[in-house]
Each structure stands twice: as C-alpha cells, then as structure tokens.
C-alpha cells in the first residue's frame, strides 16, 4: 500500500480545494484511509478518516463542517475537499491508510502507511 497525495496548492482564505489521493497497490479490505497535516513548526494532527468500502467518516473539530472526505473504492482514491479555509489550515497534508482490518480509531492513532505530503498555503 502506497498513498500518493496531490492536489494541494495557494489558496485565499475563504476559497476551496480538492486534495486527492491514490492507493497504488490498493487498500486493504475493512480497513481505513485518512488525511493528517502537520503545520510550520507543529506537531503532526489528524484531520479526517473513511472507513473503506463504507460510509462511516470521522473527522477533527477543527475541520468539521468545513471539509469533507469522500472515497472512490474503484479508483482506490480518497479526496478531502475543503471549503472556508483559513490561515491557520496552511500545512503539508498527509494521506495514510490503515493495515488489515484496522478501524478509523486506530487509524487516527497509528497510520500503518504514509503517503507523501503535498502543501497547501491559505494566504490571508
């Protein structure tokens, strides 16, 4: 399992953008994929997961009602679009997916897999 994230870019605080994210070797079943991001000189956090193959989704107070996580199992994709955003959003995000079986709790714990970041700057 090797995610690969895109999407990211220069945005004004208020705008949009669309993170993606592939699978390459695909995703274990029952398991769980998500997105973290870690700011300039902050800790690495987590923001949302998906459960594979279902719909049950979990996300950070901080971005809740503001982004959405979403998945294409055909595709073995992820996508994190984010609306409203702010300064404070700016950080390299990161996708990860989870081992055999491991939930979305455990995921947002202890990622098994990590993809690399792709960086996403709101200007104010």
């Known amino acids: 399992v090797q995610p690969q994230a895109s999407g990211g870019g220069l945005v004004q605080t208020g705008g949009s953008l669309r993170l993606s994210c592939v699978a390459s070797g695909g995703i274990f079943s029952n398991s769980a994929m998500g997105w973290f991001r870690q700011a300039p000189g902050k800790d690495r956090e987590f923001v949302a997961s998906?459960?594979?193959?279902?719909?049950?989704?979990f996300y950070a107070d901080s971005v809740k009602g503001r982004f959405t996580i979403s998945s294409d199992t055909a595709k073995n994709t992820i996508y994190l679009q984010m609306i409203s955003l702010k300064p404070e959003d700016t950080a390299i995000y990161y996708c990860?997916?989870?081992?055999?079986?491991?939930?979305?709790?455990?995921?947002?714990?202890?990622?098994?897999?990590w993809g690399q970041g792709t960086l996403v700057t709101v200007s104010s």
């Open positions: 998906i459960a594979w193959g279902g719909r049950s989704t």
């Open positions: 990860a997916a989870g081992g055999p079986r491991d939930t979305m709790a455990v995921l947002a714990s202890t990622p098994r897999y």
